[in-house]
T-cell receptor
């Protein structure tokens, strides 16, 4: 079946640094979504992307829909301690509304 | 306030008992989903429903059952046939556009512990 690859599993950065995450697939997706999950809570939708090449920002977060439609990138600028959490990518293809999720990247921010 | 509610937040059951997890949304979304999350794992789809009175199995449906009698409600029953029921369960809903999913939103989750 389809799979989304997110690596590394964990990232450790210093407060104030920028961080980039990517999500890759061997399959083409029509929609890419990025979520953040904090411990014991449900994932929160950060950014949704619908067109190849699309670049969308949400505050300090910027995400891009890869030109090949097989990848997406999330950048967080000037990180702060509350950016800590698990960041998931998800993709959707075809008319079915099912999403395929990556396994997530756990981000730690050192003050 | 619009959103997705799941209750309760924590649920404890004895092995061999069926248990039903509640999920309600007032977003007027057509589609609803149930996922299971285990430590260090991504989200695995259990069941989903794109319209009232219809639902489809996801990747790990064995040992679970659902119903979709109302647009706003999609309860999940974890049956005694589910071998490893202890997990964090997430409900989600989404708008479906002409070309497929538009956006998917999650509830706060229910942590089920079976002993």
């Amino acid at each position: 079946g389809q799979q989304l690859n997110q690596s590394p599993q964990s990232m450790f950065i210093q407060e104030g640094e920028d961080v980039s995450m990517n999500c890759t697939s061997s399959s083409i997706f029509n929609t890419w979504l990025w979520y953040k999950q904090e411990p014991g809570e449900g994932p929160v939708l950060l950014i949704a992307l619908y067109k190849a090449g699309e670049l969308t920002s949400n505050g300090r977060l910027t995400a891009q829909f890869g030109i090949t439609r097989k990848d997406s990138f999330l950048n967080i600028s000037a990180s702060i301690p509350s950016d800590v959490g698990i960041y998931f990518c998800a993709g959707q293809s075809g008319a079915n509304s099912k999403l395929t999720f990556g396994k997530g990247i756990t981000l730690s921010v050192r003050p | 306030d619009g959103g997705i509610t799941q209750s309760p937040k924590y649920l404890f059951r004895k092995e061999g008992q069926n248990v039903t997890l509640s999920c309600e949304q007032n977003l007027n979304h057509d589609a609803m989903y149930w996922y299971r999350q285990d430590p260090g794992q991504g989200l695995r789809l259990i069941y989903y429903s794109q319209i009232v009175n219809d639902f489809q199995k996801g990747d790990i449906a064995e040992g679970y059952s659902v119903s979709r009698e109302k647009k706003e409600s999609f309860p999940l029953t974890v049956t005694s046939a589910q071998k490893n029921p202890t997990a964090f369960y997430l409900c989600a809903s989404s708008i479906i556009g002409k070309t497929g999913l538009v956006q998917q939103y999650f509830g706060p989750g229910t942590r089920l512990t079976v002993t």
